[in-house]
């Protein structure tokens, strides 16, 4: 069945600071892909996506690729602030179109 | 954001005691999904409905039910509480094809099964 795969947190930075979070999967067909973020206390928002192969999700500074050939969609920030402290979920939307399969979900502590 | 509530927001409950949970969307959306939330393990699907009395389980439904009597309000019931089902529960809905592929999640109900 179709699985998502993200590094574990904690991931602890600086404020300017480069994140990377990285995010593989596995699914039959084509799915679509997403990331949401989850701020302290409340629900998931949906951050990102992309819908096909070689697309880029780009949202509030953080980007996203398609990459079908390696299987991953790794999101990227190029200068974080402690507002974007949250735990981050990769997520597949399957070929069936109904149902989403997410990751474990990353903590990102960002410090001033 | 999307009109979704969840009631009630809180809850600690006795093992063994009945337990139901209430999603209410003001959007209109087909699909609607119950998730619980636990450490390490992501979002995990309980059960979705595809429209009013139409439901399907997902991976994780047992010791579950879910109702659908109107387009707006999907209930999940725990029969029997156990502590396994402390969690917090997490509704979703989208609209597939008519208002983009995306799911919107409510606030979240933190359940605590003592």
């Known amino acids: 069945g179709d699985s998502v795969t993200q590094m574990e947190g904690p991931v602890t930075l600086s404020e300017e600071a480069f994140l990377t979070i990285n995010c593989t999967y596995t699914?039959?067909?084509?799915?679509?892909l997403f990331w949401y973020v989850q701020y302290p206390g409340e629900g998931l928002q949906l951050l990102l996506k992309a819908t096909k192969a070689d697309d880029k999700g780009s949202n509030k500074g953080f980007e996203a690729t398609y990459r079908k050939e390696t299987t991953s969609f790794h999101l990227e920030k190029g200068s974080v602030q402690v507002s974007d402290s949250a735990v981050y979920f990769c997520?597949?939307?399957?070929?069936?179109?109904?149902?989403?399969?997410f990751g474990g979900g990353t903590r990102v502590l960002v410090k001033p | 954001d999307a009109g979704i509530t969840q009631s009630p927001r809180h809850k600690v409950t006795e093992t063994g005691t009945p337990v139901t949970l209430r999603c209410h969307q003001t959007e209109n959306h087909r699909y609607m999904y119950w998730y619980r939330q636990d450490p390490g393990h992501g979002l995990r699907l309980i059960h979705y409905?595809?429209?009013?009395?139409?439901?399907d389980k997902g991976e994780v439904s047992d010791g579950y039910s879910v109702s659908r009597s109107k387009t707006e309000d999907f209930l999940l019931t725990l029969e029997s509480a156990t502590s396994s089902q402390t969690s917090v529960y997490f509704c979703?809905?989208?609209?597939?094809?008519?208002?983009?592929?995306?799911?919107?999640f409510g606030p979240g109900t933190r359940l605590t099964v003592t």
């Open positions: 699914a039959t067909g084509y799915p679509s």
């Open positions: 409905s595809y429209g009013v009395k139409d439901t």
């Open positions: 979703a809905i989208s609209e597939p094809g008519l208002a983009g592929i995306e799911q919107y």
């Open positions: 997520a597949l939307l399957g070929a069936a179109g109904n149902k989403l399969t």
